[in-house]
């Protein structure tokens, strides 16, 4: 069974801080994806990657980056964390681009 | 640009009681479609897919979806719901386009009381 890892469930961090999210795949998957999913408003993609040291931005990307290193690790990294990064954050990943995603059990981030 | 609908924000049934579950997509060419399900604490799964053939398919814990092409849609139904059910429900499309994301609905929460 596929296992997406997220390092953490709960993080508080402080406006300015820079903050790394970290996300570990295990099925050897091309892709991987980083979404955030707000109440009413669905899972929004930030970030994903189709291969090592490849990133394509998705619909939100202002204020975060993405690290990818090795295949099985996706990194999400929020520069200057401001109030309005407050959410949860999603990780998944997938076989092939059309294949389904496997998901994480999310980071809850608050940024005080 | 590409998006995915889901009509109903909130559904509170019954136990026992049939559902449905709308989505509709703006796409014209081939897609792929999905239906994940994220129970209360726990992460998003796959409840069923679609990607050519029978437009009738089956997933896990009596969930079945029916795509209409020449509607665009991909709803989601159960006969007879239980407390169980409640959760939140996503509808997801991935054109079959180059370069292009899955797309997800803003969810249906559903909500069974027994």
């Known amino acids: 069974d596929v296992k997406v890892t997220q390092s953490s469930r709960y993080l508080v961090k402080r406006t300015g801080e820079k903050v790394f999210l970290e996300c570990v795949q295990d099925m050897d998957h091309e892709n991987m994806f980083w979404y955030r999913q707000d109440p009413g408003l669905g899972l929004r993609l930030i970030y994903f990657?189709?291969?090592?040291?490849?990133?394509e931005k998705g619909d939100i990307p202002e204020g975060y980056s993405v690290s990818r290193e090795k295949k099985e690790r996706f990194s999400l990294i929020l520069e200057s964390a401001s109030t309005n990064q407050t959410s949860m954050y999603l990780c998944a990943s997938s076989f092939e681009h059309s294949q389904p995603q496997h998901f994480g059990d999310g980071t809850r981030l608050s940024i005080l | 640009a590409q998006s995915v609908s889901q009509h109903n924000h909130h559904v509170i049934l019954s136990e026992a009681a049939s559902l449905e579950l709308g989505c509709n997509y703006s796409y014209g060419g081939t897609v792929n479609l999905f239906w994940y399900v994220q129970y209360p604490g726990q992460h998003l799964q796959l409840l069923l897919k679609?990607?050519?053939?029978?437009?009738l398919v089956k997933g896990i814990k009596g969930f079945e979806a029916e795509f209409i092409k020449s509607k665009f849609s991909f709803n989601l139904r159960k006969p007879s719901v239980q407390w169980s059910d409640t959760a939140e429900y996503f509808c997801a499309v991935k054109p079959n386009q180059a370069g292009t994301a899955l797309i997800f609905g803003k969810g249906t929460t559903l909500s069974v009381s027994s």
């Open positions: 679609y990607f050519s053939g029978d437009p």
């Open positions: 990657s189709y291969d090592v040291k490849m990133k």
